[in-house]
T-cell receptor, first 115, second 114 residues
Framework: AQSVAQPEDQVNVAEGNPLTVKCTYS??????LFWYVQYPNRGLQFLLK??????LVKGSYGFEAEFNKSQTSFHLKKPSALVSDSALFFC?????????????FGTGTQLKVEL | GAVVSQHPSRVICKSGTSVKIECRSL??????MFWYRQFPKQSLMLMAT?????????EQGVEKDKFLINHASLTLSTLTVTSAHPEDSSFYIC??????????FGPGTRLLVL
């Protein structure tokens, strides 16, 4: 069985500071890893994914994530946070079996960026 | 690209009635669509996997006779909540997979059963 852990319910950051949202995973074999963002009363927007290759993945809105196989982590980062980045972030994992894969989501981390 | 729509965005219905929610992939074909339910301040719970032209696969604990799923074409899946009750009130989100490992999500449907 696969699982995802997001250890922080909320992360508070001052605008202009770097931010990190943590994610660790457990899956048999090699995983597909994803980050999604959700704004209030909206669906999820795809940010980025790791499939294979370079461990540092760049995504939308200046976000990036680093895949660390030894630590089974896929932390989301951004060098300089904006107030508009405030949202709910979900990490997700699926097994590598082609299309139509089930995603397992973490519990979500609320990011709050303040002036 | 990769836009998924849901209709309606919100619906209020009386207890005992049925509600249909549509999920459409607007600019791609999706062999597989997924239906999720999200409770306030919680993560997404997968309800079922919908494959075009075949029966949906329901997750454990999800009543297939209550949550009817139809995936009639490569761009449309519907979720019908039959005989809705207040405990069915929730945020329902669909996603579509164009076969490129990534699911793209709809904007969600807020259901309130009175």
């Amino acid at each position: 069985a696969q699982s995802v852990a997001q250890p922080e319910d909320q992360v508070n950051v001052a605008e202009g500071n770097p931010l990190t949202v943590k994610c660790t995973y457990s899956v048999s074999g090699n995983p597909y890893l994803f980050w999604y963002v959700q704004y209030p009363n909206r669906g999820l927007q795809f940010l980025l994914k790791y499939i294979t290759g370079d461990n540092l993945v760049k995504g939308s809105y200046g976000f990036e994530a680093e895949f660390n196989k030894s630590q089974t982590s896929f932390h989301l980062k951004k060098p300089s946070a904006l107030v508009s980045d405030s949202a709910l972030f979900f990490c997700a994992v699926s097994p590598i079996t082609g299309g139509g894969n089930k995603l397992t989501f973490g519990t979500g981390t609320q990011l709050k960026v303040e002036l | 690209g990769a836009v998924v729509s849901q209709h309606p965005s919100r619906v209020i219905c009386k207890s005992g009635t049925s509600v249909k929610i549509e999920c459409r992939s607007l600019d791609f074909q999706a062999t597989t669509m997924f239906w999720y339910r999200q409770f306030p301040k919680q993560s997404l719970m997968l309800m079922a996997t919908s494959n075009e032209g075949s029966k949906a696969t329901y997750e454990q604990g999800v009543e297939k006779d209550k949550f009817l799923i139809n995936h009639a074409s490569l761009t449309l899946s519907t979720l019908t909540v039959t005989s809705a009750h207040p405990e069915d009130s929730s945020f329902y989100i669909c996603s579509a997979d164009p076969g490129a490992e990534t699911q793209y999500f709809g904007p969600g449907t807020r259901l309130l059963v009175l």
